[in-house]
């Protein structure tokens, strides 16, 4: 199916597709809320975990979900060495990408790395604990969940 055919369903499902979505997003961010303590820190996980995701990707790693997992369970500073170097995510990066001061960003990161949620880099910043209760929790219960309804939206569009 090309762009213009999907496009075409969403428009003609619009209502359907659009409330399946946003309702998603709504249980996504819930969750990620529910798991991290405030939305703040949700939101700063979440863009962590797209962070070691995109060093994951750019230097080819296998795109599978078994093997994404198991490397994203390993990236470690050690781990992710191997994938690109000089890629930090600092807390003025995280703060632009959150769209919140400096200084409620870097205090959130530091509450996160005591809570042993984040573990902070010299090479590459924050990074998600893949030790912590946090992160077994995204894996665990998250994640299917995600992709369960992505599953749903790709049938509701496609159908």
């Known amino acids: 199916m090309n762009p213009s055919d999907i496009a075409q369903k969403l428009d003609d499902n619009f209502l359907d597709v659009w409330t399946l979505y946003l309702g998603q997003c709504v249980a996504r961010h819930r969750k990620m809320v529910e798991l991290a303590g405030s939305p703040t820190k949700a939101f700063i996980a979440q863009i962590i975990?797209?962070?070691?995701?995109?060093?994951?990707?750019?230097?080819?790693?296998?795109?599978?979900?078994?093997?994404?997992?198991?490397?994203?369970?390993?990236?470690?500073?050690?781990?992710?060495?191997?994938?690109?170097?000089?890629?930090?995510?600092?807390?003025?990066?995280?703060?632009?990408?959150?769209?919140?001061?400096?200084?409620?960003?870097?205090?959130?990161?530091?509450?996160?790395?005591?809570?042993?949620?984040?573990?902070?880099?010299?090479?590459?910043?924050?990074?998600?604990?893949?030790?912590s209760p946090f992160h077994a929790a995204c894996v665990n219960d998250l994640n299917p969940m995600e992709k369960q309804n992505l599953c749903q939206l790709v049938y509701k569009i496609t159908e």
């Open 49 to 131: 975990y797209w962070h070691e995701l995109l060093l994951l990707g750019e230097k080819g790693a296998m795109p599978t979900y078994g093997v994404v997992l198991s490397q994203i369970n390993q990236s470690d500073e050690k781990h992710l060495k191997r994938y690109i170097l000089n890629k930090k995510l600092t807390t003025s990066l995280v703060a632009d990408l959150v769209g919140i001061p400096f200084e409620t960003a870097r205090r959130n990161l530091m509450v996160m790395c005591e809570e042993s949620v984040l573990e902070k880099s010299d090479v590459f910043g924050f990074l998600i604990n893949k030790n």
